[in-house]
């Protein structure tokens, strides 16, 4: 019963951290484009305020239930299929963009909002958007791995 809700944890932390990457590049940033910086730029702060404790939630248990996953199911490291360490490596990767992306570019951005400093919030969005990109095609490319991982001959 362990290994489903495991499952069912990772799945979902994955759907809503890819998805919510693909809403901020591919929704929210063209719907927002046309505003202007002094509006545009809040607007960005309030998404990520919302959205990023929910990729903390991804960035713990998405590791945790794999890690589960692996030991239970394939009884370590060492006899995973390749599809499950290029998914591990990917999902490191990520891991380690957001964190950086927290730490770094999004700090910035909050220091420059909250100072008034909308052109420097502003290049920092552009930094975090990069960062975000690159890693919604990162977890696209995890999904279609999860997907289709277990018929690679």
Sequence with gaps: MFNAIAVTVHLLTAVIWVGGMFFAVYVLRLAA??????DRVPLWHRAFAKFFPWVWIAVVLLPLTGY????????????????YHIMHGLGWIMILIFLHLW?????RFKQALAGGNIPEAGKQLNTIRLMVTINLY??????????????WG
Excluded: C, K, Q
């Design 33 to 38: 484009g046309p505003m202007e910086p002094g």
């Design 68 to 83: 589960w996953l692996v030991i239970d199911l394939h009884g370590g490291m060492a006899t995973l299929p390749a599809p």
């Design 103 to 107: 730490f770094a570019p999004y700090a």
């Design 138 to 151: 990162l977890g696209l490319i995890n999904v279609l791995i999860g997907t289709s991982g277990r018929y």
